[in-house]
């Protein structure tokens, strides 16, 4: 048995403490991002209308934290700018994906119970500069192809596209019981072993009994639906949808390779390769993916609260400044506690291994 | 505060990445380009006023032949470029504040026909573009979800924005959220339906949709936002970037708008009554009444004009109101022209304000023929008239008033000395054509008719 050093648990001012650290930071870079917009207009630079789109529909996953934009700097807008407004034009979004990741960076560095240093080496902000504007760059490129593909998909289509899978989980559980409870029967009438006996590897072999039914059973579905409807299935529009969630996916993976560059002064490629790996190995892939989404979405949504106020510059101010202190905030506070349980688990398995 | 590379704080690191953002905030004024070119035609009436007379290019003045003539859709021209429209077409094709039209608008407030440097863009039942030099149709696509309004220069744009109307969405076939949009402009004489949107009209507020027609001058665009009920919005658009540089409300519909001197001129003639309202961001400077069968057709020097068709209670008249009086005259009484023409006066058609004349062309009762006038702006005195067979369609430059008409035996096409009325010379079209001859535009050196389905270039032999 390792023996752990007992955790100090934390006061809830301490917890406090560390939650308005994060506000007070991303509020400022907020205003940085506040700032920029302002910047951008002064110099009638375009910026796309992001609140008119569905947050569900047009997520845009990130790999770091982001501000919350309202509007956007689109690659088409770039075309044909005079030198001046170009280089301006970059250098303010160059600008706020600094400040944003320095932010977060700060932050992380300021609540790590293990540091006493008041900044990071400036090293391990540069290599999580690099890391932000690589990730940042391919998604800004991969996604609006990719929710262009997807907006080829029908509503009935999405519907189809998420309700299969729950429609399945749910079979799936529903057959899974039903085999148990004959087996429970069975049992009772003395027929069979006990159920209470029964190995692991036969509940396995009851799970996959049941998924083979319900596979049998969608597909009958599937099949007994009129061969027109599906040619008019938009695959082209399902594949965007799916390349959107690989994207997701992905992000999801590589959710703590941000915090580690800084609190552990990992390079990119080994702070995504350990990111990767602990995460797959501590179980949480589905956690992080599920916080990838829902922080896409949340950052979406938030970018709402420019129609809060009447007065257009007020409420860009308030999507701006406000969204980025409570979404960035959030997101960078989640991605601490994940790095922080996926730690945890990665050093219990250390201590396993070196007992073994 | 020590750290790898030098010492350096929590201050200047806010500080640094603040005058950066200071720093590309600076200030730019940059000339609005691209400059203009002799050969532009950037919107329907020419200027953002719908003067329909240009005093740049050398159109033929001595004589006419044709340079080229190409098949192209000219089908939209025929229901906007229609010089009467009943009250239900008006209604449903010509209100730009009817939100339950959007759908129609959308259809038919297309402008038919813009010259961009090297090349025509006509759009109609499919998207053409025609090189001028010769008439080769560079591209013919059927472009049903983009279409476009005019081209606008611009500030940090180098080659523009080409203004045009456009669903959110491509597949959208429900045209219901239609907006003016910003598209990086045609190259090479590629059409328009590929080329990549820099700004939707209002962004971000979002105004659901715009009217999709606007007049654009000096790198903005004056347009409209339908809605249910009054009052209704005006709003201009920087062409940059798609923001709202000012925006205004009138109390009553509109069916006409016109702009200059960053003045809006807003008007509405129905069976109600007619009201023109004229305004800017900051103040509404004049609302007049107007009749109900008078329509706004131009603008020029502060002086709205108005043309009308003969009704039970007065001969057709052009009406002049000032912007900086509100005063109301009349510059044309039809009745008073029956002196100097064969027939009987029933409607004004087609207007074109030069700096000094107004030229008009006037129908009369069936039987005689139609007649081009020659007014003078400042009291309205008759300087000449003369009188063409068919519909006339009228187009002016300092040198030269063009008219095409469907005379018999076939169309044709003239040259007038403004001055005079003396015809400088007489073109005769090919392909006779039972109906839509429209009218003219001048593009450089040649003067372009669409007419039938057909784009005809004239120039001097």
């Known amino acids: 048995m390792a023996s752990h050093t007992p955790r100090k648990r934390r006061t809830w001012r301490q917890r406090t403490g560390t939650v308005a650290v994060y506000t007070a930071i991303f509020t400022v870079v907020g205003t940085l991002s506040f700032g920029a917009i302002l910047a951008y207009r002064r110099l009638s630079i375009p910026l796309a209308d992001r609140i008119s789109t569905n947050p569900i529909l047009s997520v845009r996953p990130t790999m770091v934290p982001v501000w919350v934009d309202p509007v956007i700097l689109e690659p088409a807008a770039l075309f044909g700018l005079y030198p001046i407004p170009l280089v301006a034009a970059i250098g303010l979004w160059v600008g706020s994906v600094i400040a944003v990741t320095l932010g977060a960076g700060l932050a992380w560095w300021w609540t790590d119970p293990n540091t006493s240093a008041r900044l990071p080496p400036l090293s391990r902000l540069g290599y999580l500069v690099g890391y932000a504007f690589v990730t940042v760059a391919i998604v800004h490129v991969l996604a609006p192809p990719l929710r262009e593909l997807g907006t080829e998909v029908s509503e009935a289509e999405l519907t189809l596209l998420i309700g299969v899978p729950i429609i399945a989980t749910l079979l799936w559980i529903g057959v899974t019981l039903g085999i148990l409870a004959i087996s429970l029967v069975s049992v009772r009438r003395g027929t069979d072993a006990s159920l209470w006996s029964m190995s692991l590897s036969r509940f396995e072999y009851v799970a996959i009994y049941a998924g083979a039914i319900v596979v049998a059973l969608l597909a009958m579905a599937l099949g007994s639906w009129s061969t027109p409807r599906l040619a008019q299935v938009s695959w082209v529009g399902i594949a965007g949808v799916l390349g959107i969630v690989a994207v997701v996916v992905v992000a999801g993976r590589l959710f703590v390779a941000p915090v580690t560059i800084i609190r552990d002064g990992r390079g990119p490629i080994e702070a995504i390769r350990w990111s990767n790996t602990s995460i797959a190995n501590s179980g949480m892939t589905t956690r992080t993916v599920l916080i990838v989404f829902w922080v896409g979405v949340f950052v979406r949504w938030a970018a709402h609260l420019t129609t809060v106020a009447s007065n257009p510059v007020v409420g860009l101010a308030l999507a701006t400044v406000v969204g980025t202190a409570l979404v960035g905030s959030l997101h960078a506070l989640l991605m601490a506690y994940v790095y922080r349980d996926v730690q945890r688990d990665v050093t219990s398995r250390s201590s396993i291994t070196e007992l073994e | ?461």
């Open chain 2, 1 to 461: 505060m020590d750290a790898p590379g030098g010492t350096w704080s929590r201050r200047s690191v806010l500080g640094g990445v603040t005058s950066a953002l200071a720093l590309g905030s600076g200030c730019l004024d940059l000339e609005l380009s691209p400059a203009r070119q002799s050969s532009d035609w950037p919107q329907r009436g020419y200027d953002a006023g719908a003067t329909f007379y240009k005093p740049d290019g050398s159109p033929p003045t001595q004589d006419a032949e044709i340079a080229w003539k190409a098949p192209v859709s000219n089908s939209l021209y025929t229901v906007i470029d229609k010089k009467w429209q009943t009250d239900y077409e008006r209604r449903r094709y010509g209100d730009l504040t009817n939100a339950a039209n959007g759908g129609s608008i959308w259809e038919y407030a297309r402008t038919p026909l813009i010259v961009v440097g090297d090349h025509a863009y006509l759009s109609g039942g499919w998207g053409t573009v025609v090189d001028l030099s010769d008439g080769t149709i560079v591209e013919t696509d059927v472009c049903p979800h983009r279409t476009p309004v005019g081209v606008a220069q611009t500030g940090t744009y180098t080659d523009g924005t080409l203004i045009g109307a456009a669903p959110r969405y491509p597949s959208d076939n429900r045209n219901d959220d239609v907006s003016l949009r910003g598209f990086q402009p045609p190259t090479d004489g590629r059409a328009w339906c590929d080329r990549p949107q820099r700004w939707t009209a209002g962004a971000p507020r979002d105004f659901g949709h715009t009217a999709a027609a606007g007049r654009i001058e000096d790198g903005t665009v004056v347009t409209v936002i339908p809605d249910s009920e009054p009052p209704y919005r005006v709003v201009a658009i920087d062409a940059d970037d798609g923001r709202i540089e000012w925006e205004n409300t009138v109390s009553h519909g509109i069916y006409r708008l016109r702009v200059e001197d960053g003045l809006a001129y807003a008007s509405i003639a129905d069976e109600e009554g007619g009201t023109i309202t004229i305004l800017d961001g900051s103040s509404v400077h004049q609302r007049v009444e107007i009749g109900p069968t008078d329509h706004l057709e131009a603008v020029r020097d502060g002086v709205a004009y108005f043309r009308d068709r003969e009704t039970e209670a007065a001969a057709p008249s052009i009406t002049a109101v000032s912007a900086e009086s509100g005063d109301s005259r009349q510059l044309l009484d039809g009745s008073a022209v029956s002196g100097r023409i064969a027939g009987r006066p029933t409607g004004v058609g087609d207007i074109v304000v030069g700096p000094d004349r107004l030229f008009a062309a006037v129908d009369t009762e069936t039987g005689h023929d139609p007649v081009v006038l020659a007014l003078d702006r400042s009291d309205g005195a008759i300087e000449w008239a003369r009188q063409f067979p068919g519909t006339l369609r009228l187009t002016g430059t300092d040198d030269a008033l063009y008219v095409a008409g469907p005379r018999e035996p076939g169309p044709h096409a003239y040259a007038l000395d403004p001055a005079s009325g003396d015809p400088l010379w007489v073109a005769t079209l090919p392909d006779r054509v039972d109906s839509g001859i429209h009218r003219p535009i001048i593009a450089d050196s040649k003067v372009l008719v669409p007419y039938g389905e057909l784009l005809v270039a004239l120039e001097e032999p």
